[in-house]
């Protein structure tokens, strides 16, 4: 089968999956993915990068990948077996639709020094999603997304960091979990798994 024929709108039921990652970031969300099946639920991935780069990103996970992954360009319906990449020039967040969910995009003013901003998308999660969500941070320099998933895990959400060890550099899941944002503390080999887990399917 195709990866079209694993595309469907995602429901307020759903879950939902949001990534957060910085340096180190395109190879740990790359191995995510890997472990991920092509019907799966739907993932928006704020990866810290130039926006020359995000489209070429996207375009070559999606040739790696089982689920589809585009560059979202704004407005876009929210659909399972989709995997959503922040341009390089705008923030990204979840909203209601009449359908379900859709992207939103804005070219607000920088958070944490960057846009797209992994917290800008985590709290449209925690506001929007809530305990339909699952925040994962990854490997990266600063904090960015660390308020964001504590706000996530206060609404409810599963919340995962990557480990130490598997990091490139261990700043944003660190701030994440000296703050209590991170439920579970996970090797990133390991992380699709878990959050597998958190879904109640196995990948």
Do not use: W
């Amino acid at each position: 089968m195709d990866k079209a024929s694993f595309i469907r709108p995602a429901t307020n039921g759903g879950k939902i999956i949001f990534i957060g990652a910085s340096t180190g970031g395109t190879e740990a969300v790359k191995t995510f993915l890997l472990g991920v099946p092509a019907n799966y639920p739907p993932i928006l991935i704020v990866q810290h990068m130039p926006e020359t780069f995000t489209g070429s990103f996207a375009a070559r996970l999606d040739g790696l990948c089982l689920p589809r992954v585009i560059e979202a360009q704004g407005g876009e319906s929210v659909e399972s077996g989709t995997v959503y990449i922040a341009p390089g020039h705008s923030h990204m967040k979840i909203r209601r639709s009449p359908a379900g969910y859709a992207i939103e995009l804005c070219k607000t003013p920088p958070v944490n020094r960057h846009r797209p901003s992994v917290d800008v998308l985590f709290d449209s999660a925690a506001d929007v999603v809530r305990h339909n969500a699952i925040g994962v941070i990854m490997t990266g320099m600063g904090k960015d997304g660390a308020h964001g998933l504590l706000r996530m895990r206060q609404s409810g959400a599963r919340t995962f960091g990557q480990d130490e060890a598997s990091c490139v550099v261990y700043g944003m899941p660190r701030e994440a979990a000296m703050i209590g944002a991170v439920e579970d503390v996970v090797p990133l080999g390991d992380l699709s798994k878990r959050v597998a887990s958190a879904l109640g399917r196995c990948a």
